[in-house]
């Protein structure tokens, strides 16, 4: 017997949501909700150097005044600082881990390709062992050029040669704070979670999550990369693109032009109801087969 879905959403508290954030939410949400699965709300805050005062709290309100409805407490990366160490010990005990001295500037002297995802794909300088008079700064995964695929309900096949694609990745980074590649892992891991739906923005990163979760020998998750929203110069929509936050008061606008992204067809006096009726009809109509499959798609000016 198949194990009951859970899924989830997992904001960063870096700033407000925006629309991009909202079409990762709602597709999440009525996917769990079609398959009369579990939707969990997960605070991705483990790197505090970049969350912002205040932010958790208004994505929460935002979240609830535009009809969300998750189940059980919201998970706080910050209060799990102790699961992702034992993970890392693990890994280390297993000489899957290693220390690392490498600077950045280092590695971009070093480094000979581009990584995956636009950065550097690590030289493997400390593979071997720390350098004379060197300590460690970080700790990486080691990893082979194996392949490494798996099937995207939306994009299709996937597949990466972690040493090649990224190298070596960082489990812990110089400045102590556990990465964002372990932390989703553990905690997807303890949370049993059986199906991610989130933007193809972090569809480079699932192979290496993949890695992560068969090294620890943890359960692989069903993987669904929805299309990204971008601006007319083709950013995808964030913070850093100054992306417009969600209107409180725009609300079922805002939720069907979402639910028109994500390619339902939606009818047109939709436009005029309330949220609950919103909701109501994209319960009762989602459709994970009209979804689109590109991973990007430019929004009009």
Not at 24 to 34: I, K, V
Not at 54 to 62: C, E, V, Y
Not at 73 to 87: D, K, T
């Amino acid at each position: 017997m198949p194990f009951p879905y859970r899924g989830r959403f997992a904001p960063s508290p870096t700033g407000p949501l925006h629309f991009g954030s909202l079409i990762a939410a709602l597709g999440s949400c009525l996917d769990a909700r079609q398959q009369g699965g579990t939707w969990l709300l997960r605070m991705e805050d483990v790197d505090t150097s970049r969350n912002v005062p205040g932010a958790a709290d208004d994505i929460l309100r935002t979240l609830a005044a535009f009809g969300f409805e998750w189940d059980g407490p919201v998970l706080y990366q910050s209060q799990r600082l102790a699961a992702y160490g034992a993970a890392l010990e693990q890994l280390k005990q297993a000489g899957l881990a290693y220390g690392c001295a490498c600077s950045r500037k280092e590695i971009a002297d070093s480094a000979t390709h581009a990584a995956i995802d636009g950065g550097l794909a690590y030289p493997g300088t400390c593979r071997k062992g720390l350098p004379d008079g060197r300590a460690a700064r970080a700790w990486r995964l080691r990893v082979d050029n194996g392949e490494v695929a798996f099937i995207d309900r939306l994009q299709g096949r996937v597949v990466q040669h972690l040493e090649d694609d990224v190298g070596d990745f960082v489990l812990r980074r110089a400045d102590g704070l556990f990465a964002y590649q372990l932390a989703v892992v553990v905690d997807d891991a303890w949370q049993g979670i059986t199906d991610v739906v989130r933007g193809a923005d972090l569809l480079a990163s699932t192979p290496r999550q993949i890695a992560l979760q068969r090294s620890l020998g943890y359960p692989e998750p069903v993987y669904a990369h929805l299309p990204v929203a971008a601006n007319p110069a083709g950013e995808k929509l964030s913070k850093q693109t100054l992306a417009q936050a969600l209107r409180v008061d725009q609300a079922s606008a805002e939720l069907v032009a979402a639910l028109r992204f994500l390619g339902q067809a939606v009818p047109g006096e939709l436009g005029r109801a309330s949220v609950a009726e919103v909701w109501a009809w994209a319960r009762a109509h989602w459709s994970f087969a009209a979804v689109p499959r590109q991973a990007l798609i430019v929004l009009p000016a």
